[in-house]
């Protein structure tokens, strides 16, 4: 290739969103960051909102500056997080702003859901884990208030599908996203019709799943104009769940690994050429959800560094509080093992008093209440790695029927080289821990793939294992983590 593809990236998390450039000259990529901005949920009332008017506001931003710096676009990626969406007109203006998964309104669906269809004939039709905010619970919330959005609404467009609306007139769904909604089947990549019908679902809403790596369409010839972009910009499909991004991105060249994608969540599972729908994989709360080239995402979701940003944003609300790089230094200081928390434990999913929280199921399992922050973030960090051991033991034994040989983490989370050396330990498996910057990786590489500059998974991952720097963990004091999982486990009620 004789000249670099010009590609851009808009990266949603859970907190704030980046335009990313990527430039690939057909052996290598390099990334830069172009413009990165806040992705604050608004309050109203008591709903939680996502404000995705000001997101497409700051994606032409991004654009605008790719532009200006010299690096128009030949195609255009977006990735987010999974499950939510927005109701669009029959004249395709936005009904309202779509609702954060974080939202109370999916409180006693998945109870309500279970009432209709038994817990074990949903999962046989979907494979997914449940969690109370699913697209499907968001749905029967709507179903159930009797919601005017609904019943006005001509269709329905998962977050990075709508953003790619914005962009380009063009309405679809990409699998990898519509695989998060507990609406699917993984076997077929289709719309599952009994789930539609048991629910009385309207599946007029829903447009047509396609497979990632496909081109959604050109920009809007408005927009082109407005912001002086030159040729016809394309905006591709990609992997448009961020998870599906980073996994992409993930530098392996064997088949027995695991990955976890490490940021506000952390997914930890293998990929797979079919999802696995087991009674192991139910038990376990793991999920079937759709990766690039056809493959299956396996995976366990962990609430992740989640804790530990709203445990900084406590601290930042009562007075000064370190960097998230000067948390981990005090809790490496800290004793270790001394207190123990289950991650996943429902009181930890919601905004809040967070060290509150840790302190209070501490207090409630008769372990030595954690004050300072260093004690704070290091049960926090310990509690992690030992819920990703537990999660790999069962990958390995209910799922997968191997022994995993290493474990790769990328995303912003593989940067934390205490957690990484934890994770090491706690675990027994070498860690290798990058590239950070996965989900950009993978969406620009994606996009090079839907151009046929990259033709093939494996080719993508050995550009980006050309591309980016890893680093290797050894696992070290196997023995305390072994005596520190047993009594992780006495204290959560988790089943070895």
Not at 76 to 86: A, K, L, S, Y
Not at 237 to 251: E, I, L, W
Not at 372 to 393: C, D, I, N
Request: glycine residues 10%; hydrophobic residues 40%; negative net charge.
């Amino acid at each position: 290739m004789q000249h670099s593809l010009h590609l851009l990236g808009f990266d949603f998390g859970a907190s704030n969103g980046r335009a990313m450039h990527g430039a690939f000259d057909g052996e290598r990529l390099t990334i830069g960051e172009l413009h990165r901005f806040p992705n604050d949920p608004v309050q109203v009332g008591d709903t939680l909102y996502w404000d995705i008017l000001r997101l497409y506001h700051e994606m032409r931003t991004g654009l605008s500056k790719a532009v200006r710096d010299g690096a128009a676009p030949v195609a255009i990626g977006i990735d987010t997080w999974g499950v939510d969406f927005g109701l669009l007109a029959r004249d395709g203006r936005l009904l309202s702003n779509p609702v954060h998964y974080r939202d109370s309104r999916t409180d006693g669906m998945m109870e309500h859901a279970y009432r209709v269809m038994p817990k074990e004939e949903i999962f046989a039709h979907t494979g997914l884990a449940f969690m109370q905010f699913n697209t499907l619970y968001q749905l029967l919330a709507l179903q159930n208030a009797k919601d005017p959005t609904l019943e006005n609404a001509k269709t329905l467009l998962f977050t990075p599908d709508l953003l790619a609306y914005f962009l380009t007139g063009e309405m679809g769904t990409e699998y990898s996203i519509a695989s998060t909604a507990q609406l699917t089947d993984p076997r077929t990549r289709d719309w599952s019709a009994p789930i539609f019908e048991a629910f009385s679902l309207p599946r007029e809403l829903f447009t047509e799943i396609r497979e990632s790596g496909t081109v959604r369409g050109s920009l809007r010839e408005s927009l082109r104009t407005e912001l002086r972009v030159p040729g016809q910009t394309v905006v591709v499909a990609g992997g448009q769940h961020d998870t599906a991004a980073a996994v992409a991105a993930v530098p392996a060249s064997g088949k027995r690994f695991a990955y976890i994608s490490s940021g506000t969540w952390s997914l930890l599972g293998a990929e797979t050429d079919a999802p696995v729908i087991s009674e192991g994989v139910m038990k376990a709360n793991y999920t079937n959800e759709g990766g690039v080239c056809g493959k299956t995402r396996v995976l366990k979701n962990i609430m992740g560094m989640w804790i530990i940003q709203e445990c900084r944003r406590q601290w930042l609300k009562e007075g000064e509080c370190e960097d998230f790089a000067g948390l981990a230094a005090l809790a490496e200081q800290a004793e270790p093992f001394r207190s123990l928390f289950d991650p996943d434990d429902d009181r930890f999913l919601a905004p809040g008093d967070m060290p509150g929280r840790i302190r209070a199921y501490c207090a409630e399992t008769n372990q030595p209440v954690p004050e300072t922050r260093g004690q704070v973030a290091r049960a926090v960090y310990e509690s992690l790695a030992l819920k990703y051991r537990w999660a790999v033991r069962r990958l390995e034994r209910d799922i997968l029927g191997y022994d995993i040989e290493c474990l790769h983490i990328v995303g912003g989370g593989s940067n934390n080289t205490l957690l990484n050396r934890m994770t090491a330990g706690a675990v027994g498996r070498p860690v290798i821990a990058g590239p950070g910057e996965a989900t950009a990786i993978g969406n620009l590489l994606v996009q090079a793939m839907a151009l046929d500059a990259v033709g093939s998974l494996g080719e993508l991952r050995a550009v980006v294992r050309r591309s980016f720097e890893t680093a290797e963990f050894l696992p070290e004091e196997t023995g305390r983590w072994d005596d520190a999982y047993g009594r992780f486990l006495v204290l959560t009620g988790l089943a070895d």
